[in-house]
């Protein structure tokens, strides 16, 4: 069974920083693209960053670029979003998700949120 398990949310002030996680379990991700979304109150949920798991290219959206970075240990099979000089505007529940390159199977964690103090 796939599991995804967000962890690394928390309240923070304008400016700081904060890690999150992603333990991936229960298969092989090596022909999968893993990311992260944000779902705000009140706004659709958006794809914030995407990384390729066997080859490591990376995506952004432009709110986000040269403040977070998105990586992956995949000895360990986790996925990290490094985010700095975060914003107000950056609160939201954070989820990982999983889609496969190869076939129409995709995967999600249950979230984290993550909350910006101004």
């Known amino acids: 069974q796939v599991q995804l398990v967000e962890s690394g949310g928390g309240l923070v002030q304008a400016g700081g920083s904060l890690r999150l996680s992603c333990a991936a379990s229960g298969r092989s991700f090596r022909t999968y693209v893993m990311g992260w979304f944000r779902q705000a109150p009140g706004k659709e949920r958006e794809n914030v960053a995407t990384?390729?798991?066997?080859?490591?290219?990376?995506d952004y959206v432009d709110s986000v670029k040269d403040r977070f970075t998105i990586s992956r240990d995949t000895d360990n099979n986790t996925m990290y979003l490094q985010m700095n000089s975060l914003k107000p505007e950056d609160t939201a529940v954070y989820y990982c998700?999983?889609?496969?390159?190869?076939?129409?199977?995709?995967?999600w964690g249950k979230g984290t949120l993550v909350t910006v103090s101004s």
């Open positions: 998700h999983a889609v496969s390159r190869v076939g129409d199977m995709n995967y």
């Open positions: 990384i390729n798991w066997s080859a490591g290219s990376t």
